[in-house]
T-cell receptor
Framework: KAGVTQTPRYLIKTRGQQVTLSCSPI?????VSWYQQTPGQGLQFLFE???????NKGNFPGRFSGRQFSNSRSEMNVSTLELGDSALYLC??????????????FGPGTRLTVL | EDQVTQSPEALRLQEGESSSLNCSYT??????LFWYRQDPGKGPEFLFT???AGEEKEKERLKATLTKKESFLHITAPKPEDSATYLC???????????FGTGTLLAVQP
């Protein structure tokens, strides 16, 4: 079974630009969560989508948004990029049945660098 | 405040030298504790899920245990390929978000 895939793997943007990251979950999984990983803050939860609905949201500004499509693929968007948005963005999928303690499986991440 | 703390921050072992990593948590209503391994530049790789105090899980040289306040990841006779950052995360309350500790960077020297 194929794992979680994320595209692109690397991105370089400049301040003020916007960016869209994509995530394809494991086949059959309906929940997709996004996390930001930085050396200073570690792994922090951004948001979770299940069946095209945002189910949970972390403490990030409104510049960070996401969506999920009917095939469970998900995108996250960051607008008006700031230097502090440079990070590894990780997507995780879980839960073919909507359970909230199902294991989350992570993709390889997208490394975003903001100059 | 809901918190997950891992210790030590870094650990250097000789090949074959067994040790344990600690993950302590202060959350209400723990519903699951997860251990992941992360290699540089890669996403976290799932190792174990523990749901209740007293539970233990084993896989090759790794064994995870859970009490009401902490979890241990025991590494028996480690090999250099076990070198990685080991992350602990919890799910609690009504949400599905993982709260991560800051990880333990393990280096196993041949």
């Amino acid at each position: 079974k194929a794992g979680v895939t994320q595209t692109p793997r690397y991105l370089i943007k400049t301040r003020g630009q916007q960016v869209t990251l994509s995530c394809s979950p494991i086949s059959g999984h309906r929940s997709v969560s996004w996390y930001q990983q930085t050396p200073g803050q570690g792994l922090q939860f951004l948001f979770e989508y299940f069946s095209e609905t945002q189910r949970n949201k972390g403490n990030f500004p409104g510049r960070f948004s996401g969506r999920q499509f009917s095939n469970s693929r998900s995108e996250m968007n960051v607008s008006t990029l700031e230097l502090g948005d440079s990070a590894l963005y990780l997507c995780a999928s879980s839960s073919p049945f909507g359970g909230t303690t199902d294991t989350q499986y992570f993709g390889p991440g997208t490394r975003l660098t903001v100059l | 405040e809901d918190q997950v703390t891992q210790s030590p921050e870094a650990l250097r072992l000789q090949e074959g030298e067994s040790s344990s990593l600690n993950c302590s948590y202060t959350v209400s209503g723990l519903r699951g504790l997860f251990w992941y391994r992360q290699d540089p530049g890669k996403g976290p790789e799932f190792l174990f899920t523990l749901y209740s105090a007293g539970e233990e899980k084993e896989k090759e040289r790794l064994k995870a245990t859970l009490t009401k306040k902490e979890s241990f990841l025991h590494i028996t006779a480690p090999k250099p390929e076990d070198s990685a950052t080991y992350l602990c995360a919890v799910i609690f309350g009504a949400t599905n978000k993982l709260i991560f500790g800051t990880g333990t960077l393990l280096a196993v020297q041949p």
